[in-house]
């Protein structure tokens, strides 16, 4: 066998972090640190029957989008909210559909720090402080086609809200 002879100690340590970046880098660490894995208990290792998830009936159109004059009718509506999401700054307040409250998709259905969905407890102080709640039709417009507007309408619909609509044509 061939011994190998590491001069200062230098060659030695290189060989050590480079084993332990490669395993690293495998996301396996070596079989002594590695904690086996429990077993199932006998009477879990049987599988058990699958259940369908139910399937949900797509919304048709007339649920999902609304007309002007749908939403002529329904401004007096109590409990029609519109909201305005708009990518360009200002336009909300140089006009808007009257009783339209603005959400900002930047900084309202987004959170700043992580870029991901915004934090339902901020999402339910945003919706409250809009006057919605559960039986609330929202319906959301915005610039650019509709394209941040229908980001709102898929947040609403994961946080819950049941009757989320956009309106045709958009701002």
């Known amino acids: 066998m061939k011994q190998v002879r590491f ?82 700054p200002g336009l909300y307040e140089r006009g808007h559909i009257p009783g339209a409250v603005n959400f900002v998709w930047t900084t309202d259905f987004v959170d700043t720090l992580t870029r991901n969905i915004v934090a339902p407890d901020r999402f339910q102080e945003l919706a409250r402080n809009a006057g919605i709640n559960s039986d609330t039709t929202i319906v959301l417009y915005g610039d650019n086609s509709n394209w941040f507007a229908a980001w709102g309408a898929w947040v609403f619909r994961q946080y819950g809200a049941q009757d989320v609509r956009l309106l045709d044509g958009s701002r």
């Open 7 to 88: 001069g200062s100690g230098v060659a030695l340590v290189s060989a050590v972090l480079v084993s332990v970046l490669t395993l690293a880098a495998c996301g396996t660490a070596p079989a002594a640190q590695q904690a086996p894995a429990p077993a199932a208990p006998a009477a879990q290792q049987q599988a058990a029957p699958q259940q369908a998830a139910a399937v949900k009936t797509p919304r048709s159109f007339d649920e999902v989008v609304v007309s002007t004059d749908w939403l002529a009718q329904n401004l007096q509506n109590p409990q029609v909210r519109i909201v305005e999401v708009s990518v360009v």
